[in-house]
């Protein structure tokens, strides 16, 4: 850890904060304080992460052995599909811009708040009732769909798959508020010393990540709204029967879903730009760079969706552009890994366990980018298309790249948001656990699915049997890292040290504040000598001393 430099940890001396100015859950239910919004955000996504992880076990279980093991084949679509929808739409989409998006943005760009502090908490709510409708369809109604609800099998549904689309619906309101309020507030509440260029490289991808929201997301709407209207009203759109195309289902969405890939990663991204930094005590490397790969993952991210159907009688003239573009569409994400790279190099390195987390989302989200070129390339796609090997990509970029620089996110600013220190040695371990029962896996389902074992099936073949076995004992240990994780952060909420300003030496503006902040988030905003990333002119050259 960094020792403390005096001049950028200034300990604020006051025990008023945005957490006890105030008490009493009405005064959290209608705060407009995007600090306490943001940690309802946290505690809500973290729920949903730790419910749709139990449902992840369940599915290992079942598929510990062939045939069936603890549950029927009915009822393991079922919780495949609430395992699906509870990670993407509950957890990974919001988790990061939501909550730590809510906290930290402002923060880090002299805000007292966001530009629209009410629609900030209806958009809490609107996703608390997203999450209801969802939740509650799927449980009652036995939906089967899988988390892409793909036509024709949601057509048969029964009417539950309605009430399952009106839940995404509602939940995209929530998406498409919270990007808007973020635009605006970047635009019209950052301090005037800080320019487009002097902003940490967060809030680029919380921007690129707002434009996705805001343009993608309506297209979603409208697709569920065409599947609900199909089943009310019998018109064919998607239902072969009816002269519809189910083809057409999928490239709606698609269209939407892939840029939805970039609202899940560009934040994590956006996290480790924050927390590579801030552990090697070193600017970062290529900053402009990094801010332009975030706009261009945007952009591009709206051009590749066709590359998930080449086996959708798309033409050959097609199905070559969306591989081109497949390609190219990976060039900003190399950018940010050779950045990241080369900021550590020569660093002062602290292996905190948010440094840890940070460095497992380079070497698994690596993994989970490379993979992605084989399925990306038309003639191997042809074979390892709906098989385990893109179960286990999807994993490495969604889990191994947005759920690891989650908890780098919330390991760098726990102390901020809590005022806590939490236990290091506990959390480490919990790392190792969560890295190498993740690896085990998922790495083997690489190999089960190159052998040829479809994914989504209840049953398999019995020589699949020791690496779906091996699977599963990998998803025991990533649950036990995920649980100690979870504990020990909530153990820390009483018994953990009290945190200063600046526990890390960081270079951002949040640290300048206390831990936690008061409520207007500065007693008075610091005068801004320097960028994010200027550890050149916090340490006068010389390299942080650390224990």
Excluded at 353 to 373: C, E, K, R, V
């Amino acid at each position: 850890m960094a020792t403390q430099v005096e001049d950028i940890n200034p300990d604020i001396p006051s025990d008023v904060n945005y957490l006890n100015v105030t008490k009493g859950l009405k005064s959290w239910l209608t705060t407009h304080d995007h600090k306490r919004i943001g940690v309802m955000y946290l505690y809500s996504v973290m729920a949903a992460f730790l419910v749709g992880g139990m449902l992840a076990l369940a599915i290992r279980l079942e598929l510990l052995s062939p045939g069936q093991t603890v549950m029927s084949s009915e009822t393991y679509n079922q919780v495949f599909t609430l395992h699906g929808i509870i990670m993407i739409f509950l957890f990974i989409i919001p988790s990061i811009p939501a909550a730590l998006g809510n906290f930290i943005m402002p923060l880090v760009i002299g805000a007292k708040d966001v530009a629209f502090p009410k629609l900030n908490l209806a958009s809490y709510y609107i996703w608390v009732v997203g999450a209801i409708f969802t939740i509650v369809a799927i449980i009652t109604g036995g939906v089967d769909t899988g988390w892409t609800f793909y036509t024709p099998q949601s057509i048969r549904q029964s009417g539950s798959v309605i009430w399952m689309g009106l839940g995404i619906f509602i939940l995209g309101f929530s998406s498409i508020f919270t990007g808007l309020n973020f635009l605006v507030t970047m635009h019209k509440l950052r301090d005037p010393k800080i320019g487009w260029f002097d902003m940490p490289l967060f809030c680029w991808a919380i921007y690129g990540t707002a434009l996705i929201q805001i343009l993608a997301t309506p297209v979603l709407a409208i697709t569920v709204l065409l599947l609900a209207a199909e089943k009310i009203f019998q018109v064919g759109i998607f239902n072969p029967a009816l002269g519809g195309d189910p083809v057409l289902f999928q490239h709606f969405f698609w269209f939407y879903s892939h840029p939805a890939v970039y609202i899940m990663i560009l934040p994590g991204m956006g996290v480790i730009s924050e927390t590579i930094t801030a552990f090697s005590h070193k600017p970062i490397f290529g900053y402009r760079f990094v801010a332009f790969s975030s706009i261009a993952i945007a952009v591009l991210g709206f051009l590749v969706w066709g590359h998930h159907m080449f086996l959708s009688a798309e033409s050959e003239f097609s199905t070559m552009i969306f591989s081109f573009l497949t390609f190219f569409v990976a060039i900003p994400s190399a950018i940010k890994i050779f950045n990241w790279t080369a900021t550590l190099y020569k660093g002062s390195i602290a292996l905190t366990t948010g440094m840890l987390y940070t460095l497992a989302f380079l070497f698994l989200f690596s993994i989970g980018g490379l993979t992605g070129i084989f399925l990306g390339a038309l003639s191997v796609d042809v074979h390892l298309h709906d098989t385990y090997f893109v179960v286990a990509h999807f994993h490495y970029v969604m889990m191994g790249g947005t759920v690891m620089a989650f908890l780098a996110g919330i390991y760098y600013w726990w102390p901020k948001i809590t005022g806590r220190m939490y236990p290091e040695n506990i959390s480490r371990f919990a790392c190792l656990l969560v890295f190498i029962g993740f690896n085990v896996t998922f790495l083997t389902q690489f190999v089960v699915g190159s052998k040829g074992m479809p994914r989504r099936y209840y049953d398999y073949l019995e020589q699949f049997a020791p690496l779906n076995q091996f699977s599963t004992f990998g998803s025991w240990i990533l649950g036990a890292g995920i649980l100690i994780a979870t504990v020990s952060l909530l153990w820390s909420l009483k018994n953990g040290q009290k945190a200063t300003a600046n526990p890390w030496g960081a270079a951002g503006l949040e640290w300048k504040t206390g831990s936690p902040p008061p409520l207007e988030n500065f007693h008075e905003l610091p005068e801004i000598k320097h960028g994010p990333y200027d550890y050149d002119y916090l340490y006068g050259g010389q390299k942080p001393t650390r224990h």
